[in-house]
């Protein structure tokens, strides 16, 4: 599978993924992508216009900020590779642990999430809205 850097200017392509995933409230529109791209240490790898996932790394630590498989594309491994190549990027810029958050009712994330070696390591109580919690989860990247 192909996965390829996203810049800016594949901003709308990243918003049309991301509405196929979330639903209309949720969805990030192309200038949130735009603004996100800019922001130093944010990239964004994506599997042709079916998939992508954008991530944040600050010195030792990297952050999932978001990822997206358009629903017709699922269950053939895209989500694994991106998290997995997204993992690989970051390690080998330095990155000590990779964390992000996932609703605790989004259990294909959390599936996808465990079997990439993400492990549960708290949770934030009214993260997206009142009632909708968050875990927040770790892979150690540190290879001493
Ligand atoms: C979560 C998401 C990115 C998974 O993408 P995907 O390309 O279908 O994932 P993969 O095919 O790589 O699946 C890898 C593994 O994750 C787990 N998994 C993925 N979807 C699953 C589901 N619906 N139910 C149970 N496990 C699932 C399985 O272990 C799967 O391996 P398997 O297919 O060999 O059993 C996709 O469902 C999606 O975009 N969901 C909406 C947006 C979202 O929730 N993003 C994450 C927000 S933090």
Known sequence: MK???AGREDAATLAA??????PPGA???ADTF?????????FALRAGERGFILARQTLDEAEILTLAVDPA???EGIGAALVATALATVGAAGAKAMFLEVAEANEAAIYLYA???FTKIGLRRDYYAPGMH???MRHSLDIK
């Open 3 to 5: 996965l390829i850097a």
């Open 17 to 22: 993924i991301h509405a196929t995933s979330f």
């Open 27 to 29: 969805a990030w529109d």
């Open 34 to 42: 735009e603004t996100l791209l800019e922001l130093d240490g944010t």
């Open 73 to 75: 594309a699922r269950r």
């Open 115 to 117: 079997s990439a070696g």
């Open 134 to 136: 968050a875990l927040a």
